[in-house]
């Protein structure tokens, strides 16, 4: 957990009902449609402790979209808890990070993220470093891991490797829904996408 998102958790329960109601009308009206009105209802708080913990819309939408990608890390790269073979351990991982890439919030957050780097390019920036980067640099550890382990043989590049991973999971898919060629995704294609990545991954970098 990063040193912001280790501040929101030390100030309790007020904050996280603001991030709960955040996260429940951000899934159904979408960022545009949000307002902070309807947050504080949501979170049962007045538009006052809303503001003391956040200045404005974006900045919330950018703590809420943070704790999900770092509670999707973890669960992401929870593949070295897994029992059984090691490219099945890997499947889980991608499986976990693409059934949250293609989840309602999961495509909500990107879209938003990316319309409003446009404008905002902090905003980019932030998400940034607060989640896919975040993420990468936990991969890393992790591959490292399993070099150790003797599960993938050495990496020149483990930054690079980390991406490889993550845009395999990509493929197929997450154009097609960005661009609304398909509006949503079938459990068999998801299943095809995250074993053609780690074979394609581990033809890379298995030992």
Not at 13 to 31: E, N, T
Not at 46 to 63: G, I, M, N, V
Request: hydrophobic share 45%; net charge negative; glycine share 6%.
């Amino acid at each position: 957990m990063n040193t912001h998102s280790t501040e929101l958790a030390r100030k309790g329960r007020k904050v996280a009902q603001v991030l709960q109601g955040a996260h429940d009308v951000f899934m159904v009206q979408g960022y545009e449609g949000a307002n902070v009105d309807a947050i504080a209802r949501a979170a049962g708080v007045s538009k006052a402790t809303l503001y003391s913990y956040f200045p404005d819309k974006r900045a919330l939408f950018a703590a809420v979209a943070q704790i999900a990608c770092e509670e999707q890390t973890r669960l992401s790269l929870s593949f070295a808890d897994y029992d059984g073979p090691f490219e099945e351990q890997l499947y889980k991982g991608c499986r976990s990070f693409m059934e949250f890439l293609y989840s309602p919030f999961g495509m909500q957050m990107f879209r938003t993220v990316m319309s409003e780097a446009a404008r905002f390019p902090d905003f980019g920036r932030e998400f940034w470093n607060s989640g896919p980067e975040m993420a990468h640099a936990q991969m890393v550890e992790a591959f490292k891991d399993a070099v150790e382990a003797g599960h993938l043989k050495p990496i020149d590049d483990y930054a690079l490797a980390a991406e490889t991973l993550s845009e395999l999971c990509k493929i197929y898919l997450h154009p097609r829904l960005l661009l609304g060629v398909i509006d949503t995704v079938d459990p068999k294609d998801v299943d095809r996408v995250a074993r053609h990545a780690v074979d394609m991954f581990m033809a890379r970098y298995g030992a």
